[in-house]
Structure formats: structure tokens, C-alpha cells
């Protein structure tokens, strides 16, 4: 295992990160956000303001504050003003409908809530006093809402001094270790609801030095962050960035991609950072292209979130800057964001690998002896190091089962080559029985990619009594004019007979979780949909 | 222009608006109210262009033209007068 650096030894806990860069660079710029370019020394200010409101609320170590909120400024105080009041940050999706912030709130037993007004009406309509919210602190004009009792104004809270002479607010440290509880993030669950994977500080301390030394990030450095904050790799932008004293540019308008390339040249980017999707989108329908030249500052891309198929990788590669590097990453919730990332040097080698072991992290495919498999047999991915979570928030059978053995077990299936590259070849729970084989769908869709037909495609299994599965694809076709006969005759001409799919279907997009990866559930549904409307 | 916005309003309510507590005037930002995302831009361009006959340029899919029905119209309009002038010049 390659040990970790630390940036700092002294630092322990999250919000430490924030604290030693406003001491170090207290007037540089830590977050733009449209025209709001906000100071470390700023948000450290306002975060210790929002801490004491809290405090002063009965705030005791360890309980649970939920963080309902887009990227923004007030995000970001929001994260660190909780852990520096000894709380517990829990960001949620802001995709949540009624249901899923009951569960959140119920679930975390959660008192206080951060929102902002672009919410008034989920939480209005979601009865969370009945849940045991008694307080929100919302963000935007006046409030409407009548509901919890409690309401006030994030501005008032995070603005007005706590009256301690400009004193650095301290609490943690006297109060809160390492193994404390820093955040909980839900991750989707196929069944028994969604989890919440509980973080330590020094989970997210380690994993973020190592993203630090691997990805070698300064003060110098600038990053774009379309991601949102509430998953763990939108969350691991910001603390790196905190951490070394760079800055955040936060842009929520991804959907209009020459937006954020412009962004990205006006402000000296020298980081981006996306999933699957973000690049097939820009690849797509994006001037990236022609902006490409604009691009100097740009150090690096990385990628995460899921496997990106190989042609959209080299597309990638073809359209990029020569002098930007492609990161390719691999992680989970469960080990506070990163597991493992390829070496740029090693992206034209090995292309379809997930690398190496990030510092501070051991990997190994595990058979199913529970031994390390040998080089090139398909098993489980499984981790372990000082980021792996210690559990699921109330769900113990769910823990015991993904930390079986002292591994954290990813769920994936693996292989490791004899350079010691790991290879993913699809989740486990997306394998498919077809006739007498088992298939990874990732396969025969990468071979899909390949074809150029595609903006996005997916291959599925639909329920067949003779062969268990029957596979079919829905696809996005990069062209109008793309037909049916002309996939099935590529698929025919690159696929061994039991892989080709027996049907495709157009749609106009994929659907996708919020996380941007692609929800295979909601795929066969809307396959199946389109079937029964034939 | 009226015409215009009525159809795409049409086809953002049949496509997009399955939240029925969400109420949209023609000014409001259709990314801040969670009404469209990347893929719904993706189908409101593919729309524009195959119901106008417009091409849009990748560099034009920004929120001064797409992120309103308002804006929508307005650039529609616009393209199809550059069109019109074009044409009439040849």
C-alpha cells in the first residue's frame, strides 16, 4: 500500500481543511459562484456565525443536520458550519420528492434542516414536524412557510458575529476525534430503501490527501464543479480544493455546456471533473471542439461515477488539449469517494482499466473462497483503508454484509491483470443470464459505443421463459437517420452470436439517477413500456 | 411569437411538466425551477430544429436562448427572420 501524505498532520477533522487555508491564504478567492467570488476568510467567518446559531440552538455533538440546498455559497458554509458545530452534515439529494425527505428526516432523526427557498414547496408539502424537524434555516427571500414552528433566515444567522472578538471558532478539536461522525450520504439501495453510508472525519481526511497527491493539486488550483455537492465525488472537489487553498468555481447550468466551457476559459480552469454522462454530453453537443485552444490552463480532466466506454474515452482524447490529462477514477460512497485511479501516463495502455490503488487504500479481487483470485479471474472488487466507512446509518445486516471480513465488498466484478491493473467488468447485480452464459452488459455496450451510432446506449435483459433473458437495447442515436437494421447488422458483424441483442429501440434520452449514471431499472421499464404500446 | 410560444409551451407541459405542483410563466428559468435537465435540453433543441427547420450551433445552446419560453420564442423568431433574409437575398 502506498502511504498517504498528509498536507498538514494537523489536521484531523473536515472543517480543519477550511481553517488552515483561511489562515494561509485568508483574501484568496475560495468559491465563484455567477458573480459572487467569496473569500476563505468570508466563509470561515460565516461558517463560524452559522456554528454558534447552532450551538446556541441545543446543538449537541453528533446530531444529524440535514443540508437540502443546490451548489452555492451557502452550501459550502452550511458543510463546514455544521462539523464545526460538532454536528453531523447530511447533504440530500435535491432530487428528493415527498417521500424520500420523510425517510432522510426520519431516518437521521434529524431536528434542523438547511434549505433554501427553491424547496418551499417539497418541504411544505412534506409535513416534516410530524418527523420531528423542529427548526429550518432557509435560504432566500421572507419565508412563506408556516411549517416547522422554527424558521430562519440563513442570511441572519450566517452574518451575525458571534460576539467573540473575531476569534477563530474553534470547537472541535477540544471536543471531536477522528473517528467522530463528519457527514452521512444516502446512496440508493435496491432494496430495503436507501442507505445511509456514515463517514468519519478521518475518513474523509485521508481520502481527500490522497485524491490531493495523486491528482499533485495546489493552491494554484482552479476547479470547475458541475457535480453537486451531495454525492461524494461533487463533495471530494470541494475538499480538496479547501484543502489545498484552491479555489471552487460552482456552475449549475451543465445543461447548456458552451456556458460552463466559457466559464472555464474566463476563469483559468486548470481542473473538471464529470461522470459518464458529462462527457458524452460535451462530446455531443458542446463546442468543446472549437474552444479546445482556449483551454491552456486546463491541467487535467477527471472521470469518475462508473464506467465510460472506450470510444468515448478516445473521443475524449482526440478532442482535449494535448497538454490536458486524463484521470481516470474509480470509487464509491462507502470509501468517502475515491478507490482507485489510472496514472495519466497509462491512459493510451491501459485505457479500460480503473488503475492502481489510490494511497492509503489496498484493493484485491476477491474469489469466491474469499481468496485473492489469480491474475486475470473475474471476482469481487474489495477495499480496505482508513477511508471505508464504518457502517450504514440504522442498517446493520446491510453493513455486515458490505464489510464481511474486514473488506469493504464493492459489488463489482473485477480482474487483475499481471501489471497489477484492475479491470471492472460490470456489477454484479447487473450480470445476465443468457441461455446457458453469464454476460456483462458493459461489454457488449462498449462494443455498441464503438459503432459511432450512438450518443448513449444500454443493453438489457428482458425476461425471457426460454433463455432466462432475451437481450435488447435502448438506445440515443447520434443521427436521426440511424435504423434498426443498420445496429443489428454492426451488432452481427462484432459480436459472437449468444451476445447479439435480439431488438433495439429508440429513445431521446437515457434515463438517469441523479447521480448521472444510467438507472438500468427505469431503462426495461421504458423498454417495456414502448413494447406494450406496439 | 405567439404562436411560437404557445407551441412550446405545449410541448414543455406534454414533455416535461409531469410534477403538477410546479407552475411555469414564460419568464421563469427552466433549469432553476427543475423543469428541463442536459437530456431535456438535448430534446427541446432536436424539437426547435425539426419543427422550425433551424440549425442551432452548439455555441448557441446557452440559457439567453433556451432557458425561458420567453427567451425560446424570442430566439426562434430571430432565426427564422435571419432565414427569411437570407433567402430573400439569394
Known amino acids: 500500500m502506498i502511504p498517504i501524505k498528509p498536507i498538514d498532520p494537523a489536521i484531523s477533522l473536515v472543517h480543519h481543511f477550511l481553517e488552515r487555508s483561511v489562515r494561509l491564504y485568508p483574501d484568496k478567492v475560495a468559491i465563484v459562484h455567477g458573480k459572487a467570488r467569496v473569500t476563505y476568510s468570508e466563509i470561515d467567518t460565516r461558517a463560524d456565525n452559522l456554528a454558534h446559531h447552532l450551538l446556541s440552538m441545543g446543538v449537541q455533538k453528533g446530531d444529524r443536520i440535514a443540508l437540502l440546498m443546490e451548489n452555492c455559497v451557502e452550501y459550502v458554509i452550511s458543510y463546514y458550519g455544521i462539523m464545526k458545530a460538532g454536528a453531523v452534515a447530511v447533504p440530500l439529494n435535491s432530487d428528493l420528492k415527498v417521500e424520500g425527505l420523510q425517510y432522510a428526516i426520519n431516518d437521521l432523526e434529524a431536528r434542523i434542516l438547511i434549505s433554501s427557498s427553491r424547496f418551499d414547496k417539497l418541504i411544505s408539502g412534506s409535513a416534516l414536524n410530524t418527523f420531528g424537524l423542529t427548526?429550518?434555516?432557509r435560504r432566500g427571500s421572507p419565508s412563506p412557510l408556516s411549517s416547522p414552528d422554527n424558521v430562519v433566515a440563513f442570511d441572519s444567522v450566517s452574518h451575525q458575529s458571534s460576539g467573540v472578538d473575531d476569534q477563530e471558532f474553534s470547537t472541535g478539536s477540544r471536543e471531536l476525534s477522528d473517528s467522530d461522525l463528519a457527514s452521512i450520504?444516502?446512496?440508493?439501495?435496491?432494496t430495503g430503501g436507501p442507505k445511509g453510508v456514515m463517514l468519519t472525519h478521518r475518513n474523509i481526511v485521508d481520502n481527500t490527501f490522497s485524491i490531493c497527491q495523486y491528482l499533485h493539486l495546489t493552491e494554484k488550483d482552479i476547479q470547475m464543479c458541475v457535480l453537486p455537492f451531495f454525492y461524494v465525488m461533487g463533495k471530494s472537489l470541494l475538499n480538496t480544493h479547501f484543502a489545498v487553498g484552491g479555489t471552487v468555481v460552482v456552475n449549475n447550468q451543465f445543461a447548456f455546456?458552451?456556458?460552463v466551457l466559457k466559464e472555464m476559459i474566463t476563469e483559468k480552469v486548470t481542473g473538471f471533473s464529470g461522470v459518464p454522462s458529462t462527457f458524452a454530453y460535451l462530446l455531443h453537443r458542446s463546442p468543446l471542439a472549437v474552444s479546445r485552444d482556449k483551454l491552456a490552463s486546463l491541467r487535467y480532466v477527471t472521470q469518475a461515477g462508473g464506467h465510460m466506454s472506450k470510444a468515448i474515452k478516445e473521443q475524449l482524447r482526440r478532442v482535449l488539449p494535448s497538454h490536458t490529462e486524463i484521470v481516470i477514477m474509480y470509487g464509491a460512497t462507502e470509501a468517502a469517494a475515491r478507490l482507485s485511479y489510472l496514472e495519466p501516463s497509462q491512459?493510451?495502455?491501459?485505457?479500460?482499466?480503473i488503475g492502481k490503488a489510490i494511497p492509503g487504500v489496498e484493493l484485491m479481487v476477491m474469489n469466491e473462497h474469499g481468496k485473492e483470485a489469480a491474475v486475470g479471474e473475474v471476482g469481487e472488487l474489495v477495499a480496505r483503508g482508513s477511508n471505508i466507512m464504518p457502517g450504514y446509518l440504522n442498517k446493520p445486516e446491510a453493513t455486515n454484509k458490505a464489510l464481511a471480513n474486514g473488506w469493504y465488498h464493492t459489488g463489482d466484478q473485477?480482474?487483475?491483470d499481471e501489471e497489477g491493473f484492475f479491470f471492472v467488468v460490470g456489477r454484479q447485480d447487473d450480470l445476465l443470464k443468457v441461455g446457458g452464459h453469464r454476460l456483462s452488459p458493459q461489454e457488449i455496450e462498449d462494443t455498441l459505443m464503438e459503432s459511432g451510432l450512438f450518443v448513449e446506449a444500454v443493453v438489457l435483459g428482458m425476461p425471457d421463459e426460454l433463455l432466462g433473458n432475451k437481450l435488447v437495447i435502448l438506445a440515443v442515436p447520434s443521427s436521426n437517420s440511424c435504423t434498426s437494421n443498420e445496429v443489428m447488422s454492426f451488432c452481427a458483424g462484432c459480436l459472437p452470436k449468444y451476445k447479439v441483442p435480439s431488438e433495439v429501440r429508440f429513445v431521446k434520452n437515457l434515463p438517469k439517477k441523479t447521480s448521472g449514471k444510467i438507472d438500468r431499472k427505469a431503462c426495461l421499464a421504458l423498454f417495456m413500456e414502448a413494447d406494450r404500446r406496439e | 411569437m405567439e404562436e411560437i410560444k404557445k407551441q412550446i409551451t405545449e410541448f414543455i407541459a406534454t414533455n416535461f411538466l409531469f410534477d403538477e405542483s410546479i407552475t411555469l410563466s414564460v419568464e421563469d428559468s427552466l433549469l432553476e425551477t427543475g423543469v428541463i435537465d442536459s437530456t431535456g435540453v438535448l430534446e427541446l433543441v432536436a424539437f426547435i430544429e425539426e419543427t422550425y427547420g433551424i440549425k442551432i450551433e452548439d455555441?448557441?445552446?446557452v440559457p439567453e436562448n433556451l432557458d425561458s419560453i420567453n427567451n425560446?420564442?424570442?430566439?426562434?423568431?430571430?432565426?427564422?427572420?435571419?432565414v427569411s433574409a437570407g433567402q430573400a437575398a439569394n
Open chain 1, 347 to 353: 491512459f493510451a495502455d491501459k485505457m479500460e482499466s
Open chain 1, 257 to 259: 455546456p458552451a456556458t
Open chain 2, 59 to 61: 455555441e448557441e445552446i
Open chain 1, 414 to 416: 473485477a480482474y487483475r
Open chain 2, 72 to 82: 425560446i420564442a424570442l430566439y426562434i423568431s430571430q432565426k427564422l427572420s435571419q
Open chain 1, 135 to 137: 427548526h429550518l434555516i
Open chain 1, 185 to 190: 450520504i444516502y446512496t440508493s439501495g435496491s
